[in-house]
């Protein structure tokens, strides 16, 4: 569904990303490891048409990311594409209810209904109960169930999940991962993981090593 071969991209004398290519099927998690600066981040950006790189090729279903015209990159990140970072970046002034349907909204679906799906989507990540409160009031395990949800109540085919339980602590990262996992499959979504803890990658079904910008495949975690 998503391929990537052969990414470069250099940030002025600095190189990310020096031969980086995966392939993430449709609705399997894909756990991107390695150490800091490796590149985890930027080839996660390339795959999502967020960076382009200086050379080498993203095709998503089949069609080319460099093909594409800006505003068909950017409708498939609002459409297809669902983001989740390590901080759960919820608008401070807006209840979870309200962070969950934006975009939805965004996307011209009515208030009442967008709100409904909102709220559907907070009971899968078991945040039912938080709707009417506002970010400044939730603990960070709790935004980044709210994150998740936001993620994917537009329904999309691949999420994008940048160290999601990077400043969680373990258990509330465990129970964000199981949240996660089991409403990707739900929603036979694919899930691309960046992430540094093995723990964490354990979750997927498959993982690519990134090392110096360089991309390796291993076996199947399980
Ligand atoms: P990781 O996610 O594995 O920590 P990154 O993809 O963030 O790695 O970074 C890879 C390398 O590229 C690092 O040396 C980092 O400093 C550099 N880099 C990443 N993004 C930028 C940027 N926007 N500008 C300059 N250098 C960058
Ligand atoms: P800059 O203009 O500073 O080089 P970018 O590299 O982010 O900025 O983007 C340059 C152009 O490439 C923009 O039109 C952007 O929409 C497009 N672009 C961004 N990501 C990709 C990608 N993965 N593949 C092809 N084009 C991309």
């Keep these: 569904m998503l391929v990537a071969a052969g990414l470069h991209k250099t940030y002025g004398a600095t190189p990310a990303l020096a ?3 995966v392939t993430v099927a449709a609705g399997e998690m894909l756990a991107v490891m390695g150490p800091s600066g490796s590149g985890k981040s930027t080839l996660l950006h390339c795959l999502a048409g967020i960076v382009r790189p200086d050379s080498g090729e993203v095709r998503y279903r089949g069609r080319s990311l460099s093909e594409l015209s800006d505003a068909e990159r950017s409708a498939l990140r609002r459409g297809a594409f669902g983001f989740v970072f390590q901080f759960g970046q919820l608008v401070p002034e807006l209840t ?3 962070n969950v349907a934006l975009p939805l909204r965004l996307d011209r679906t009515g208030r009442r209904e967008a709100e409904r799906r909102a709220d559907e989507w907070l009971a899968r990540l078991e945040v039912a109960e938080l709707a009417d409160k506002r970010p400044g009031e939730i603990s960070g395990g709790q935004g ?3 994150a998740v949800a936001r993620a994917l109540v537009t329904e999309p085919r691949v999420v994008f999940a940048d160290e999601p339980t990077g400043a969680l602590d373990s258990l509330n990262g465990e129970r964000v991962m199981r ?3 089991r409403a990707a499959r739900d929603s ?3 899930v691309v993981l960046v992430t540094h803890e093995a723990r964490v990658a354990a979750y997927a079904d498959r993982e690519v090593v990134v090392r110096d910008g360089r991309t390796r495949d291993l076996e199947p975690v399980r």
Excluded: K, T, Y
């Design 188 to 190: 036979g979504a694919a």
């Design 179 to 181: 949240l996660l996992s």
């Design 144 to 146: 980044q169930r709210v």
């Design 96 to 98: 979870c209810r309200e």
């Design 19 to 21: 031969g980086a290519s």
